[in-house]
């Protein structure tokens, strides 16, 4: 099935146009066929051209590079979790494997943007944790003690200084943590098509309908064309499971998100001038705000297990009106059509907040499920499964090898069947905070 995204994105509208766009139209064959141009796969690409520069190099997309999940999620890059599970004293040792690999994504994020020198509104100034509701100050501190224990520097912050921070009277208990980045997503992956290397040919629009393994080859079939490659690494995070890739291990669920025009000079000064800031929900399906560097309010507070390969219009204007009142709640001041623009997305999860990364067959490897943490982890894990691909080892493949690995999922229809009721209870409780 063919993905279809909206065009609304304010991340992605904000760049020029591409005119470089091309569509496969003949077969080929290939020494590493790379499926999925996100961070992952732009990730794989570029090493696999450092290590292999003799090697002929395919990229593929179904739709426009860059611009699935890796342009259109809201812009963190986090440094540690709260919602994954592995907060709890029992998986402390899940959870330092866990921030371990976000340090690391931070690092490849940081070397990338060094060597290349890109622009993409890097803000290093941590994010907030938060709720509306006292009564989450248990769960605060509880977070806040394993923050400190492990040595990441955090607050603990009342409604007060909360108001001061973000320019708005709704959060009554939150944690500062300094160590989360918060950017320009559609930029740094714009950058990444931008300086592929010459020897990577990158075809988009261009969906994988099946593959298979041919003796010591996989033969990939699109449309009206076939790749047969030598090695195969598939990077489609939220789209795994319908390639029929580790398809019992994870799953993608829907998120959609808006974002205000710039507030006027008036209606900036009235919210107190904040500089800019991001907060994540203290509960799950709470909602992710952004104030960004130009004045603009992003929300994303929908999050859905539905046909991830489209929203149509309507539900995206049902999806909105959720949006407007979110930030209504919120900056009550501010009147209620500023909404500029609205889009979907796709994240994959797995059943216990753990990422994919494996060689599943001689010539066949396998990165994504970041759980809505993608912009480091996912390029990380590209340049990582890039290594494992040529065959080479590191320091990064020894750790990532060690994280808690994705657990099976229940056969139909009761993966179906807890999904949806594990959504509801989560909306439920967090229906305060959206």
Request: a positive charge.
């Amino acid at each position: 099935m063919k993905v279809i995204n909206d065009n609304c994105c304010t991340w992605i509208k904000q760049l020029t146009a591409r005119d470089n766009v091309k569509s496969l139209r003949h077969d080929l064959h290939c020494d590493y066929l790379i499926i999925g141009a996100g961070y992952t796969g732009l990730s794989a690409a570029r090493k696999l051209s450092e290590i292999s520069k003799a090697k002929k190099i395919v990229v593929v997309d179904a739709q426009l590079a860059g611009e699935g999940g890796s342009a259109r999620n809201s812009g963190y890059l986090v440094d540690t979790t709260l919602n994954d599970g592995f907060t709890s004293i029992s998986d402390i040792e899940n959870y330092k494997k866990k921030v371990k690999i976000f340090e690391l994504g931070i690092k490849s994020i940081k070397k990338y943007i060094r060597e290349h020198q890109v622009e993409c509104e890097w803000n290093e100034c941590g994010k907030f944790f938060a709720s509306s509701l006292i009564k989450d100050r248990a769960k605060a501190t509880s977070f806040s003690n394993l923050l400190t224990n492990l040595g990441f520097k955090n607050k603990i912050l009342f409604n007060e200084d909360l108001k001061q921070k973000l320019g708005t009277s709704f959060y009554n208990i939150g944690v500062y943590t300094s160590g989360g980045i918060l950017l320009n997503p559609a930029k740094l992956v714009r950058s990444m098509i931008d300086s592929l290397p010459e020897n990577i040919d990158l075809f988009e629009n261009s969906e994988l309908l099946n593959w298979k393994k041919i003796n010591k080859k996989v033969e990939c079939v699109f449309a009206k064309n076939k790749i047969i490659s030598d090695k195969v690494i598939f990077c489609t995070n939220g789209f795994l499971k319908s390639l029929k890739v580790k398809k019992n291990y994870s799953f993608p669920i829907t998120l959609t998100a808006s974002m205000t025009r710039p507030l006027t000079d008036k209606e900036f000064i009235n919210i107190g001038s904040p500089k800019e800031w991001g907060v994540l929900p203290i509960r799950p399906m709470g909602a992710t705000i952004r104030m960004t560097k130009d004045r603009r309010i992003l929300i994303r507070n929908t999050a859905e297990f539905k046909n991830p390969f489209s929203m149509n219009p309507k539900n995206l204007r049902d999806r909105a009106k959720i949006h407007e009142k979110g930030i209504q709640k919120r900056f009550p001041s501010l009147p209620k059509n500023i909404i500029q623009d609205s889009w979907s997305g796709v994240v994959c999860r797995s059943g216990n907040s753990s990422q994919i990364f494996e060689k599943i067959d001689n010539n066949v490897f396998v990165a994504g499920c970041y759980n809505g943490s993608g912009i480091g982890v996912g390029t990380l894990f590209g340049e990582q499964i890039a290594l494992m691909a040529s065959e080479q080892q590191s320091e990064e493949i020894s750790i990532l090898e060690k994280r808690k690995k994705p657990n099976l999922l229940p056969p139909q229809p009761f993966l179906n069947i807890g999904i949806y009721s594990k959504l509801a209870y989560e909306r439920f409780r967090a229906r305060t905070e959206i």
